[in-house]
């Protein structure tokens, strides 16, 4: 198949690609767009030195990974935190596609240890229904509040950590439903349609209730023990720096082992 040929089959997936394709010289063989996305991207790939063997390699590895993830905790991925937002009706974007963008950045920030309790998707910094950032990525962690945007040119992310928080309210707009987060520093204004807002803005407030009341539990004391044999070698110590006599050391050493 040569390179004016109109469809080729991409050597990853078996599927018929037209000419917005890549060649993989090493394998003599094509590769479609998405094959090579799924891969990681150009940035990732060689297509001159990779193989068709080496990109399904990756794939394969790549979405044991994604189903793993998947099956311990949905919310840890765009798309668990997508699917989130459509069946609870807590907003869906401007389509499936950037939707996953936009929660693909607050997947790629989560810190080790953080849970994602709820998201939603909105147009944020919203002032009329022409004046807004467009649509953004949110996340309810058990540590903060997430906000992200993937775009053409490149990301925006921020994230408020709940002592910077002050309060989270709703209002009612001429148009939407106004999701106001307030901070120390600014005020974010999340539009959506009303219904979602008033839901959304219930349903953060019983979430931030709860990783209060997780906060502010007991935490189980440690208990530090020593056994018998640390204490003796601790007594031994001090006999050999002379601070103890031998009697004093035969002493203890007879409690401490019980006899």
Not at 127 to 154: E, L
Not at 171 to 197: C, H, P, Q, W
């Amino acid at each position: 198949m040569g390179f004016f040929d109109r469809k080729v089959i991409c050597g990853v997936c078996d599927e018929e690609v037209g000419l917005n394709r890549y060649k993989l010289k090493k394998s003599d063989a094509w590769i479609c767009p998405k094959c090579l996305k799924e891969a990681g991207g150009l940035t990732v790939i060689n297509v001159r030195k990779s193989t068709v063997e080496e990109i399904k390699e990756i794939i394969s590895e790549k979405r044991a990974v994604q189903a793993e993830r998947l099956s311990g905790d949905p919310m840890s991925t765009a798309e668990g935190m997508y699917k989130y937002c459509k069946d609870n009706n807590f907003g869906s974007g401007f389509n499936e596609k950037w939707a996953l963008k936009h929660f693909g950045v607050i997947e790629n920030n989560l810190m080790q240890g953080e849970k994602v309790l709820m998201t939603f998707i909105g147009l944020h910094n919203y002032v009329s229904t022409t004046k807004h950032d467009n649509f953004y990525g949110y996340a309810i962690t058990n540590k903060r509040i997430m906000f992200a945007q993937k775009t053409i040119t490149g990301e925006n992310f921020k994230a408020v950590n709940y002592d910077k928080l002050n309060d989270v309210g709703f209002k009612k707009g001429m148009v939407y439903g106004i999701v106001t987060i307030d901070t120390l520093s600014e005020i974010f204004n999340v539009a959506l349609d009303r219904g979602s807002a008033a839901s959304i803005n219930s349903h953060i407030h019983k979430v931030l209730d709860d990783v209060k009341v997780v906060d502010m539990a007991p935490q189980p004391q440690v208990v530090h023990t020593t056994s018998a044999a640390d204490e003796i070698k601790k007594y031994k110590e001090l006999l050999d720096m002379e601070a103890i006599t031998q009697e004093e050391f035969d002493m203890k050493k007879k409690e401490l082992l019980g006899l």
